[in-house]
T-cell receptor, first 113, second 111 residues
């Protein structure tokens, strides 16, 4: 158990819908990262927040957005969902932001029908 | 853009055989990390290498960081069925906060 929690574990929805994925980092960690992993694919970095502020952006679609709240939990919002958005979404956290080990949560498996 | 390439994509070995996965970056990395993801699981941090030419060992696993800090390797001696999973390298470029993951090498071990 990494100490990072993600909810929900599974999510099934339809195209065009909007969903919110939630992540609680390890106690004391200030950075939260979001990754997308499609079937048999590597990890695609989406976005990072550090202490409430956006720190780095990866290959995140305009239909996707994220935020980190004062209590440091983070939410990833996916809208106008398409079939291709079906994937495993991981959240990771680290104590700081640079040169730090990332601890991954169990992931949310999203299926768009 | 910055890329981290990893080979091979798959490796199927007999238990007891050795295994190596290689990671190459198009740019110099400030550090490189290695993660293991078991089937159905999430990536778990294994190790971080920072210095040019650094070699670190964890039991049967040997990690190397190239002299130019553009490549790295993970070598497993005498694989066991518990080694099954996908091994990812992840590198960070000095000017970026992003950790760029390689595509991973999926290791299958025949008992």
């Amino acid at each position: 158990d990494s100490g990072v929690t993600q909810t929900p574990k599974h999510l099934i929805t339809a195209t065009g819908q909007r969903v919110t994925l939630r992540c609680s980092p390890r106690s004391g960690d200030l950075s939260v990262y979001w990754y997308q992993q499609s079937l048999d694919q590597g990890l695609q970095f989406l976005i990072q927040y550090y202490n409430g502020e956006e720190r780095a952006k990866g290959n995140i679609l305009e239909r996707f957005s994220a935020q980190q709240f004062p209590d440091l939990h983070s939410e990833l919002n996916l809208s106008s969902l398409e079939l291709g958005d079906s994937a495993l979404y991981f959240c990771a956290s680290s104590a700081w932001d640079y040169e730090e080990t990332q601890y991954f949560g169990p992931g949310t498996r999203l299926l768009v029908l | 853009g910055q890329q981290v390439m990893q080979i091979p994509q798959y490796q199927h070995v007999q238990e007891g055989e050795d295994f190596t996965t290689y990671c190459n970056s198009s740019t110099t990395l400030s550090n490189i990390q290695w993660y293991k993801q078991r089937p159905g699981g999430h990536p778990v941090f294994l190790i971080q290498l920072v210095k040019s030419g650094e070699v670190k060992k964890q039991k049967r696993l040997t990690f190397q960081f190239g002299e130019a800090k553009k490549n790295s390797s993970l070598h497993i001696t005498a694989t066991q069925t518990t080694d099954v999973g996908t091994y990812f390298c992840a590198g960070r470029v000095d000017s970026s906060y992003k950790l760029i993951f390689g595509s991973g090498t999926r290791l299958l071990v025949r008992p």
